[in-house]
């Protein structure tokens, strides 16, 4: 039997190397996460998962908004895109006065935004960057406008050391279909090819399993585990992105963090609160596994 969220490789000749177990939680503040995202003001997805998330793993987070958003569990009824300008203030404000061990990026927005942010990452040297490239909400509303999605591939992609893209995103930035494991695979090489250390294809629209891929440009593991029947999923790419970077600045390797990222997510949406009319929050307060 399997264990969920368990690595194992996939390619002839890469090796079994499930991650080791260690522990997941440190001590309470142990490291700062910034989280660089839109803020849903209903708490279930953007920043208020992410805060939620960050101190879910025991960290301290800080919150950079680039896009106010009026939206709920139902849908996203309006956006409101902060002037890049401002999104760019508010990054150098908190990096010259706070240290962070790792970064998660979300909802940008505008093409101007995408491309502030890539400039920063490199300009002020933020590490662990863990780049959730969010195109649409689950409702089918844009979270970035179409000419980001150039910007997002040519200026935001290569800073990143790992990205989350879902099986939609994935298609979206590769102009591939992406609807199966063999594809989600062959996905995942291509965007290796635009820059990331690290990609992580979600499979969470798979009928069946959760199955995702990790690459790394040399060798692919999956990680499946069953799907939670039910489960809340409002909010779970963000949530998700967010405990990668959270188990990162505690020390996991990148497999380790994916497998541990992908429990913590599993459990919470399976335990997700009944809120709202519509596809409702995780609960994020479960402790991580
Ligand atoms: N709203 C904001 C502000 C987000 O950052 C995201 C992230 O993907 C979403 C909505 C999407 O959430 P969902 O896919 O659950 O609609």
New binding site residues.
Partial sequence: MRTPGAARPIDAGAEATPPAARPVLGPAMEHSVLAI????PSG????AADLKTISSFRHYGAAVAT?I?A?NTVG?QAIYDLPMEFVAGQIESVVSDMEFRAVKI??LGTARTVSIVASLIESLGLRQVVV?P?IR???GTP?LEKKGIPVLKERLLPCADVITPNMEEASILTGMGVADLPSMKEAARALHAMGPRYVVVTGGHLSGRAIDVLYDGDRMAIFDSSRIAGGN??????TFSTAIACLLAHGATVAEAVDGAKRYVSRAAAGGPKIGKG?GPLNHLIPPS
């Fill in positions: 995202a839109g803020l849903d279930g997805a953007g920043l896009s958003t939206q996203v979300g909802m959730d969010v909400s689950t409702s979270l999923t409002h909010g779970i790419g963000c596809s």
